[in-house]
């Protein structure tokens, strides 16, 4: 089977989960004998083309003249993107188009009218969602109109958790019938190489060594609680100052989080390392004591994945992707959303019983390691596939 992948994030760039997915999912479904076509853009370098057995990935190089904003930056980027893709349709037999997120939806749709070759659509998240359920600025009106035409125009429609179902149908009016749940994984075996090294000096660079780190990771927004974070960094330093908070990541509250652990008197415990590579990412995970997630809208939430994978107790907000994945008490402790007092308290928990904490970090390990393995997602996407090309040569269009 050909597939034609459309996604706006790729190794080398990768910001968010989008990226992280994509970059997984596709050695899996190559594994399993999926033949991909992968198209692109080329944000942060890499080959035009790149081919290797079973996958091709072709990197667009997007418009290079000034754009008047983001969502017209998208739509020209996307005329390169089904340039691409149609020379693709007519030289290579594509059975199915695999679109991810709004970003690529331009090119996806145009593709398949003009090819008549089904649509299918991963949701990572939505414009509402990331909102807090309500659109304000033209820019937000805009990408949800986009979100709904391509769940619309899609022949089945693919989410991260049932959190995002729900989402899919209340705010796009999908039916519930043509949503598949296939979770986000992880690859478990990465941290394996860093079992029983000693990884001492590398934590010297990050906290003292009678100091217990509660790290984060991920991209420093609103909508990922990093502020929530830092506002109960007071109350758990009152119950155990020995903690180091290890904040990694970028976005545009990076300043202003730093001048508010000062204001705190708190700025010589709190460390916002800026981006740090995934090898110092996963040494990070294995040092810490505890990772905290405190997100307000999080459909999934791969990072908590990595987290359990490195055996790390993870702290999470009760919202969307996470609590389907995180059980309180068993394998990690979930604390109410914006709340830095809840947060205080499953932080101040996890580091009183390290004892408990190892228990839920084995649980989570094992869950982790059985359900949200990277073949086991691949197989699942693989039969939506099938289903898919089944339908269509059943049909005329």
């Not at 709004?102 to 991963?122: E, H, M, V, Y």
């Not at 009016?173 to 949503?179: G, N, R, T």
């Not at 040092?287 to 702290?315: D, Q, R």
């Not at 197989?379 to 090309?389: D, L, M, N, S």
Request: proline share 6%; with cysteine.
């Amino acid at each position: 089977m050909r597939i034609l992948m459309l996604s706006w994030e790729y190794p080398p760039h990768i910001v968010g989960g989008l990226g992280r997915h994509v970059a997984e999912l596709v050695p899996a479904l190559v594994q399993a004998g999926i033949e991909v076509h992968l198209v692109t853009p080329r944000w942060a370098g890499g080959e035009a083309k790149e081919e290797g057995d079973g996958l091709t990935v072709y990197r667009v190089d997007p418009p290079d003249v000034p754009m008047p904003d983001f969502y017209t930056s998208v739509w020209q980027t996307n005329i390169r993107l089904e340039q691409v893709g149609g020379t693709l349709c007519q030289e290579k037999g594509i059975d199915l188009i695999h679109n991810h997120e709004w970003l690529t939806a331009f090119s996806a749709t145009a593709l398949k009218r003009n090819f008549r070759i089904p649509l299918l659509s991963t949701i990572h998240a939505t414009e509402q969602g990331r909102a807090r359920g309500h659109l304000v600025s033209d820019m937000q009106k805009a990408i949800h109109s986009v979100e709904w035409w391509l769940t619309y125009e899609s022949w089945r429609i693919i989410c991260c958790s049932q959190y995002m179902a729900k989402e899919v149908i209340n705010y796009f009016k999908a039916p519930a019938d043509k949503i598949d749940v296939i979770p986000n994984g992880v690859q478990v075996d990465r941290f394996q190489h860093l079992e029983g090294v000693d990884l001492s000096r590398f934590r010297s660079m990050y906290a003292l060594p009678d100091e217990k780190i509660v790290f984060y990771v991920g991209r420093i927004v609103h909508e990922k609680g990093v502020h929530v974070l830092v506002e109960a960094a007071p109350r758990v330093l009152a119950e155990n100052p020995s903690a180091k908070f290890v904040i990694a990541g970028t976005g545009d509250l990076l300043p202003a989080l730093r001048a508010r652990a000062w204001d705190l008197g708190i700025g010589h415990k709190v460390l916002f390392t800026g981006f740090i590579p995934d090898e110092d990412r996963d040494r990070l995970y294995k040092v810490a004591s505890c990772a905290v997630f405190p997100s307000l809208y999080e459909p999934f939430g791969i990072v908590a994945l990595e987290a359990m994978a490195a055996k790390v107790p993870v702290v999470v907000s009760l919202v969307g992707g996470l609590q389907e994945v995180v059980k309180h008490a068993e394998t990690g402790i979930t604390v109410y959303p914006d709340n830095p007092e809840s947060l205080a308290w499953g932080i101040n928990h996890t580091l009183a019983r390290p004892d408990w904490a190892a228990q839920r970090a084995e649980n989570a390990y094992r869950v982790v390691r059985e359900e949200y393995n990277w073949r086991r997602i691949a197989q699942k996407t693989i039969q939506v596939y099938e289903r898919i090309v089944a339908e269509r040569a059943r049909t005329a269009w």
